[in-house]
């Protein structure tokens, strides 16, 4: 419906609002605008606190810090003691769409999630996976692109459901919830980035599914970086804005009551 989609861009756009590199070029531009009126003071102290904010957010130590909030709570398990389950439930958000020299969806940074379906699939956790996601007006939705990598992977396509036509979180929880229990699947491990977990988990569990949580894509690494934590990179701002962003949405969907 008109409506529906009208709303959907400007949540979009909005959540740009939340963005590091957003409201660092929002405060030079208040800062331009107050040397025009003479408030060189002001404009200065406004311009130094969006290059510092912007500089913290892009290094190694301020990602890992926001990152951890987020990630506490949903550490790994050994295939061994996790339980089967009737459905693995993968969400979108791993694939960027389609490129114009490709037959597949190009992956990105949180392709882990199709990594770690496979494996649990593999492993004999749950018979199905479901690929949750969907897409803009005439583009392939998400689940139709992991579809084709989750086979390229080893799941054969009579293993796999589609569901195609969320565009957000509380989407992917209603409308997975409407295809598997019409199949009677209520059991489902649930699969989703680390960092998301929080927030995916709660919505799911308000649908009435028996979901566990099976988080991948852990954020913060082990080794040593090549670069020191402390110099700005553009992978660490990456990270920084996915994790305000996240904190963001947990308590905009706290607030509309769906957690």
């Not at 660092?24 to 606190?49: D, E, N, P, Q």
């Not at 054969?156 to 699947?185: C, F, H, M, V, W």
């Not at 491990?189 to 988990?201: D, G, N, W």
């Amino acid at each position: 419906m008109p409506e529906v989609k009208i709303s959907f861009e400007l949540t979009k756009l909005l959540s740009l609002l939340v963005y590091p590199l957003t409201q660092a070029l929002l405060l030079c531009l208040l800062g331009v605008l107050l040397i025009r009126l003479g408030y060189l003071r002001s404009a200065s102290v406004t311009v130094l606190l969006a290059c510092g904010w912007l500089y913290l957010c892009s290094t190694a130590l301020f990602a890992d810090f926001l990152m951890g909030t987020l990630e506490k709570g949903y550490t790994p398990r050994s295939l061994s003691v996790i339980e089967k389950a009737d459905a693995i439930v993968v969400l979108g958000g791993a694939t960027r769409g389609d490129t114009h020299l490709s037959t597949h969806g190009d992956l990105n940074q949180q392709a882990d999630r199709l990594l770690y379906a496979v494996e649990l699939y593999r492993a004999g956790k749950a018979p199905v996976v479901l690929a949750s996601g969907g897409g803009a007006p005439g583009d392939r939705p998400e689940a139709e692109l992991m579809e084709g990598i989750l086979h390229i992977m080893g799941v054969p396509p009579r293993d796999i459901l589609r569901e195609s036509a969320s565009r957000t979180t509380y989407d992917n929880a209603r409308y997975s919830a409407i295809l598997l229990q019409g199949k009677g699947l209520r059991r489902v491990l649930l699969v989703t980035s680390a960092f998301h977990m929080r927030r995916a988990l709660g919505v799911f569990r308000q649908t009435g599914l028996d979901v566990v949580p099976a988080p991948t894509d852990y954020q913060r690494l082990v080794g040593r970086p090549v670069v020191p934590r402390w110099l700005p990179t553009a992978d660490d701002l990456v990270r920084s804005t996915y994790a305000l962003r996240e904190h963001v949405g947990y308590w905009v969907y706290r607030y509309r009551g769906w957690l």
